[in-house]
């Protein structure tokens, strides 16, 4: 429950201390390579989003659920290829024609085959029409183009695309590089919320100070590698409600969806470990006990 205060009280005194992580580098590749494992091949997840190595995704979903691919020069870049050149006009369009998928546009047909080949051009229409109608067919759609990962598989031979990673540091540059860009996501998040609650801007350096590299960081940005952005969660942090901070990320960031029925499941156990890091049960008082039985009741 959240702590009182009086008027001469800092505002940032009532928010969850964060607990610092040791040795946070080791822990976040641990963390990631348990959750979203690593791939040295592009391949879809489960949400049909292109993705790398540890969970580094090629095309990102904005709050409005609109898809944007990353830009070529950008994904050279990421991929060490930058000069030379990897990814090919062919890799490209590849990726364009899966952005067009998700944001429910079939891409452009061969006009040539589609007048000569009946079975294309039946593949062709049916795949439009899902497309076209039905958000929950668009990531099945999309794994038709870039096969999606699979556990023990050989991933040269399921390799669409010309390039391939197989150098550890680069695996890791990019696992870095992913991590931090949601890093930054979340402390905006906390900052913009710190501020409607009335912070200074000597608050929010301290707390800011304190909140780098804390289980309470790592978590949240271990829900944005899911596209899970939980305000409520950091309102519930900055409030000092451990219970309802520890439930917004066990329960209410895995709610059902339309598109997201096949793999809650698996979401689940994810976020019941994020939880359980972000708000060990055995550190709640006996207040915040009862509360959280509480929260778990309506859920």
Do not use: C
């Not at 994904?75 to 067009?100: F, H, M, W």
């Amino acid at each position: 429950m959240a702590n009182a205060v009086n008027q001469n009280t800092p505002k940032n005194a009532r928010a969850i201390p964060p607990r610092p992580v040791p040795d946070y580098d080791a822990q976040r590749r641990n963390h990631l390579k348990d959750r979203e494992g690593v791939v040295p091949r592009v391949y879809t997840d489960s949400a049909g989003i292109p993705t790398i190595g540890v969970g580094h995704a090629l095309i990102t979903k904005d709050k409005n659920g609109h898809y944007t691919l990353r830009k070529r020069k950008d994904i050279d870049r990421d991929l060490g290829g930058n000069p030379p050149s990897i990814v090919t006009d062919d890799d490209y369009k590849r990726l364009q024609d899966v952005e067009a998928l998700l944001n429910g546009k079939m891409p452009e047909k061969d006009t040539d085959r589609y007048v000569k080949d009946e079975e294309y051009r039946k593949w062709y229409d049916d795949r439009k029409k899902r497309v076209e109608t039905d958000r929950k067919e668009r990531p099945g759609i999309a794994q038709e183009l870039i096969p999606p990962y699979k556990a023990g598989e050989n991933s040269k031979e399921r390799n669409v695309f010309s390039f391939y990673l197989d150098k550890a540091d680069r695996i890791q540059a990019l696992s870095r590089k992913a991590w931090n860009e949601h890093r930054d996501k979340v402390w905006a998040l906390v900052e913009a919320e710190a501020r409607s609650h009335g912070w200074s801007d000597a608050e929010i350096a301290r707390y800011k100070k304190a909140f780098e590299g804390s289980w309470e960081e790592m978590m949240l940005t271990s829900l944005r590698f899911n596209n899970v952005r939980s305000p409520e969660a950091v309102k519930a942090l900055l409030d000092g409600d451990r219970a309802k901070f520890r439930a917004e990320i066990e329960f209410r960031s895995n709610l059902k969806t339309e598109d997201n029925e096949e793999f809650r499941d698996g979401l689940a156990r994810r976020r019941r470990d994020e939880a359980e890091k972000a708000a060990p049960l055995a550190a709640f008082t006996e207040a915040e006990k009862k509360r959280w039985s509480a929260l778990v009741a309506e859920h």
